[in-house]
């Protein structure tokens, strides 16, 4: 089954303890993304990769790092999470074949940070 | 002035009727028009593209799209309550971040048995 794979679904954390969000996806789909999404403000992007090695800041990168070492994965790396990046995150995925930005989602992590 | 606009309703039908969803953007070169459908607590989900002017349909669904307006809406024929989510308007075709889709807020759609 084609998907896009988020861990974990949900993490409670504190300031300032480094973690990692990780996202896969098995349709060998160059484009991923990571999105944030909070009420008011909708879905906001933070970064986005368009290949393997190939990465670039989005909307709202502060506070945020990533990395593409594989065509498959996107993890999310927050150095110092704090309050602020309480949030909702979805990692998606799009091939560059063709029509572009038919964007796939994974299920999402709910982040909360004390 | 946001870069992709939607009324946060909600917008309440009855069962049975036409749900009308509206979205304006203000990127004239934006190429690509996308509606994601999200259930409370899940991920957005694609139900439909456009990337002409005028409609198209594909079951219940219609999206329409006037770039000369830079408007899209989607229509919701014999709306039923599973159709109850949040609707969301997202526009590509950016030069550079090819992949990038910029979202409206969402509309959040309550259809009434």
């Known amino acids: 089954e084609a998907q896009v794979t988020q861990n974990p679904r949900y993490l409670i954390t504190v300031t300032g303890k480094k973690l990692t969000v990780t996202c896969s996806q098995n349709?060998?789909?160059?484009?991923m993304s990571w999105y944030r999404q909070d009420p008011g403000l909708g879905l906001r992007q933070i970064y986005y990769?368009?290949?393997?090695?190939?990465?670039d800041k989005g909307d709202v990168p502060e506070g945020y790092k990533v990395s593409r070492k594989e065509k498959r994965n996107f993890p999310l790396i927050l150095e110092s999470p704090s309050p602020n990046q309480t949030s909702l995150y979805f990692c998606?995925?799009?091939?560059?074949?063709?029509?572009?930005?038919?964007?796939?989602f994974g299920s999402g992590t709910q982040l909360s940070v004390l | 002035q946001k870069e992709v606009e939607q009324n946060s309703g909600p917008l309440s039908v009855p069962e049975g009727a036409i749900a009308s969803l509206n979205c304006t953007y203000s990127d004239r070169g934006s190429q690509s028009f996308f509606w994601y459908r999200q259930y409370s607590g899940k991920s957005p989900e694609l139900i439909m593209f456009?990337?002409?002017?005028g409609d198209k349909e594909d079951g219940r669904f219609t999206a329409q799209l006037n770039k000369a307006s830079q408007y899209v809406s989607l229509l919701i024929r014999d709306s039923q309550p599973s159709d109850s989510a949040t609707y969301l308007c997202a526009v590509g075709g950016h030069s550079g971040n090819t992949g990038k889709l910029i979202f409206g807020q969402g509309t959040t759609l309550q259809v009434k048995p």
């Open positions: 998606a995925s799009s091939s560059l074949q063709g029509r572009r930005e038919k964007l796939f």
């Open positions: 349709m060998n789909h160059e484009y």
């Open positions: 456009i990337y002409s002017n």
């Open positions: 990769s368009m290949n393997v090695e190939v990465t």
